[in-house]
């Protein structure tokens, strides 16, 4: 298996462009996560989704993010607009189970954002 | 979520065992002791978990207190490539969502 499949693995956008980031969970898995990484806050949950339903968004920041799960092979971030503050790296993770078992999650490479 | 402690950075000789502690004194009945780490560049990585009992896998040991009050994640043989933020998370089993929380870690330097 690939892993968890993140694209682009680097982004560099103007301030109020429209960013899309975009997540491949891993075959099977029916959880799957959204994580902002910076170095003033570490790493954040941004919103949790187990299959294809998002179950808890309290880390998405304002409404300007925004996150869908259409089926469960693919998942989107989307950023709109954008602005320098939202410059960090975004991880997607996926987990093979529900919510009431413990294992663990599998995470991408990160897409590392940049807004100018 | 229970919260964690842990020290912002440990040196380790290559070769020697790295012991990284935890603390979670507040933990509850129910949650689990994860461990993840996360090298440069890279996402995080799981590494091993426990509820009360010692656990051995391939990458690691995790000793828990009788008490579950902290407990100490052993590389037995560190080399530079463990060289990496260790995170120590505190799970409930029956919490809404597979979710971890992390805090900030210890950053493990491994030196030659």
């Known amino acids: 298996d690939a892993g968890v499949i993140q694209s682009p693995r680097h982004e560099v956008t103007e301030m109020g462009q429209e960013v899309t980031l975009r997540c491949k969970p891993i075959?099977?898995?029916?959880?799957l996560f959204w994580y902002r990484q910076t170095m003033m806050r570490g790493l954040e949950l941004l919103i949790y989704?187990?299959?294809?339903?998002?179950?808890?968004d309290s880390g998405m920041p304002e409404d300007r993010f925004s996150a869908k799960m259409p089926n469960a092979s693919f998942s989107t971030l989307k950023i709109q607009p954008s602005e320098p503050r939202d410059s960090a790296v975004y991880f997607c993770?996926?987990?093979?189970?529900?919510?009431?078992?413990?294992?663990?999650?599998?995470f991408g490479q990160g897409t590392r954002l940049t807004v100018v | 979520d229970a919260k964690t402690t842990q020290p912002t950075s440990m040196d380790c000789a290559e070769g020697r065992a790295a012991n990284l502690p935890c603390n979670h004194s507040?933990?509850?009945?129910?949650?689990?002791v994860y461990w993840y780490r996360q090298i440069h560049s890279q996402g995080p990585q799981y590494i091993i978990h426990?509820?009360?009992n010692n656990e051995t896998n391939e990458m690691a040991s995790l000793i828990i207190t009788e008490d579950r009050k902290s407990s100490t994640l052993i590389l037995p043989h560190a080399t530079l490539r463990d060289t990496a933020v260790y995170y120590c998370?505190?799970?409930?089993?029956?919490?809404?969502?597979?979710?971890?929380?992390f805090g900030g870690g210890t950053r493990l330097m491994v030196k030659p």
């Open positions: 993770a996926s987990s093979p189970t529900g919510p009431l078992m413990n294992t663990e999650a599998f």
């Open positions: 075959s099977g898995h029916n959880s």
């Open positions: 989704f187990n299959n294809n339903v998002p179950i808890d």
């Open positions: 507040t933990i509850s009945g129910n949650e689990y």
């Open positions: 426990g509820l009360k």
């Open positions: 998370i505190v799970r409930p089993h029956n919490n809404a969502g597979n979710m971890l929380t």
